[in-house]
């Protein structure tokens, strides 16, 4: 059995996904992965899919030790996401196959690897398919590019964080394109917004990952259009509603 057939590969919808992340099992980590010589990875140069898990499987079980820092590790796991060699086999077969829901309408989400400690997975989008205003709550988030072209903004909560009237700092925006990577983590960047501009596919790394009680925490917004008058600050700041 390939690499690829070891991995679950589901397509859901929007609505979908939470629910299938809480129903999904967690795989099963392999001792011994296709580059990683003695349990280690390169430090320099592209790495594979399984070596890849390897060290984000490492780096996320940190996340039960005091001591964590969140900022660290999405710097971590960001640079590992930008070693990742998107051409892998493994990653090739499932880019490919997800072109199968081309032109249902909707962005698609995918499951690629779910383990106690995070989960993997695909998001495609078609052009000018978006993910309006929503957050990840209690968790860490790494975006990788993998093809396409796709804007992205991140925001934090200013004001109200726990009320349903609240105010969003716009504190990043940047359009990413293969190989680029935006992150979040529980306090900073944690709601964002994407975009595509082209047929794009992305890869996302949560820690941890979904379970009954984030998914029923996690909220979605709706957004004013313009920004509030502020007399200082550098960021843009919005007045929003919590669904």
């Known amino acids: 059995m390939d690499d690829y057939n070891r991995r679950h590969f589901i397509r859901t919808s929007i609505p979908g996904f939470l629910g299938l992340a809480l129903a999904l099992p967690g795989i099963t980590a392999f001792a011994t992965r296709a580059n990683a010589k003695d349990g280690r990875?390169?430090?320099?140069?592209?790495?594979?899919?399984?070596?890849?898990?390897?060290?984000?499987?490492?780096?996320?079980?940190?996340?039960?030790?005091?001591?964590?820092?969140?900022?660290?590790?999405?710097?971590?796991?960001?640079?590992?996401?930008?070693?990742?060699?998107?051409?892998?086999?493994?990653?090739?077969?499932?880019?490919?196959?997800?072109?199968?829901?081309?032109?249902?309408?909707?962005?698609?989400?995918?499951?690629?690897?779910?383990?106690?400690?995070?989960?993997?997975?695909?998001?495609?989008?078609?052009?000018?398919?978006?993910?309006?205003h929503h957050d990840h709550p209690d968790m860490t988030g790494v975006i990788l590019c993998a093809t396409g072209n796709i804007d992205v903004w991140n925001y934090d909560l200013i004001e109200n964080p726990s009320g349903k009237n609240v105010l969003l700092a716009e504190t990043g925006h940047a359009t990413l394109t293969q190989g680029q990577v935006s992150t979040l983590t529980s306090k900073k960047r944690n709601i964002h917004r994407l975009q595509a501009n082209h047929l794009t596919q992305l890869v996302d790394i949560f820690a941890p990952p979904y379970n009954k009680q984030r998914a029923q925490k996690s909220s979605w917004f709706n957004v004013d259009p313009e920004p509030v008058q502020q007399p200082s600050g550098p960021h843009k700041v919005y007045k929003a509603t919590r669904r």
């Open 41 to 132: 990875i390169p430090e320099n140069g592209p790495i594979n899919w399984d070596a890849f898990l390897t060290a984000v499987e490492r780096e996320t079980a940190q996340q039960h030790l005091d001591h964590w820092n969140q900022a660290a590790y999405v710097k971590k796991a960001a640079a590992l996401a930008s070693r990742l060699n998107l051409k892998d086999p493994a990653l090739a077969k499932a880019f490919e196959k997800s072109k199968s829901g081309l032109g249902n309408r909707r962005v698609d989400f995918y499951d690629l690897e779910k383990q106690l400690d995070f989960q993997v997975n695909l998001l495609q989008f078609e052009k000018n398919e978006q993910i309006k």
